[in-house]
Nanobody
Framework: QVQLVESGGGLVQAGGSLRLSCVAS?????IGWFRQAPGKERDFVARINWSGTSTSLADSVKGRFTISRDNAKNTVYLQMNSLKPEDTAVYFC????????????WGQGTQVTVSS
């Protein structure tokens, strides 16, 4: 079992920054971030493997967001810079327990609101 707890969301003006954190308890391999805006589907944002040597970002956030992890703290970070109103969503942390596995574990989500 993997439990995930997100934090770091909030209200920020366009152009500002936020850093989301996801603390994972239990064994996990890939950690990902997804987001869901009201009335829309949940979309992929970023992912990182266990060692941090492989990352992937959605095209919509490349150049603005970075993902990293500190395994000593069991924490994955999503640094979000140059935020836009369209980044407004609930951000979810998710985990796959093995390489190539599905995202079987999800956090409760943290709200990010970007005002124009």
């Amino acid at each position: 079992q993997v439990q995930l707890v997100e934090s770091g969301g909030g209200l920020v003006q366009a152009g500002g920054s936020l850093r989301l954190s996801c603390v994972a308890s239990g064994r996990s391999y890939t950690i990902g971030w997804f987001r869901q805006a009201p009335g829309k589907e949940r979309d992929f944002v970023a992912r990182i493997n266990w060692s941090g040597t492989s990352t992937s970002l959605a095209d919509s956030v490349k150049g603005r967001f970075t993902i990293s992890r500190d395994n000593a703290k069991n924490t994955v970070y999503l640094q979000m810079n140059s935020l836009k109103p369209e980044d407004t969503a609930v951000y979810f942390c998710t985990a796959a327990a093995k390489p190539g596995g599905t995202y079987d574990y999800w956090g409760q989500g943290t709200q990010v609101t970007v005002s124009s």
